[in-house]
């Protein structure tokens, strides 16, 4: 059974989030997907927004997201493992 969490944040361009999680290792399988939240709910928006890149390592985990906007804006990304 995977394992799902989440992390919120805010930005634009093109970043790396780094997130705590003390179940992670290096090289454990990981799926994310990416949204833009408008008034705490998952939305669609006008912005493209990508998860690039998923890197676990110990105890924590770090996703390379691009922000197609010119201001941030708040997104979560959620994430799988099992």
Same mark, same amino acid.
């Given at each position: !059974?995977? #394992?799902? @969490?989440?992390?919120?944040?805010?930005?634009?361009? #093109?970043?790396?989030?780094?997130?705590?999680?003390? $179940?992670?290792?290096?090289?454990?399988?990981?799926?994310?997907? +990416?949204?833009?939240?408008?008034?705490?709910?998952?939305?669609?928006?006008? $912005?493209? !927004?990508?998860?690039?890149?998923?890197?676990?390592?110990?105890?924590? +985990?770090?996703?390379?997201?691009?922000?197609?906007?010119? #201001?941030?804006?708040?997104?979560?990304? +959620?994430? @799988?493992?099992?």
């Amino acid at each position: !059974m995977p #394992t799902f @969490a989440s992390v919120d944040s805010r930005g634009h361009g #093109t970043f790396w989030l780094n997130h705590p999680d003390g $179940a992670m290792v290096p090289g454990r399988a990981v799926v994310a997907s +990416i949204s833009e939240m408008q008034q705490g709910l998952p939305n669609a928006g006008a $912005a493209q !927004m990508t998860v690039h890149n998923v890197v676990p390592a110990n105890s924590e +985990i770090s996703f390379r997201v691009e922000v197609d906007w010119p #201001t941030d804006l708040d997104l979560r990304v +959620i994430y @799988a493992y099992a």
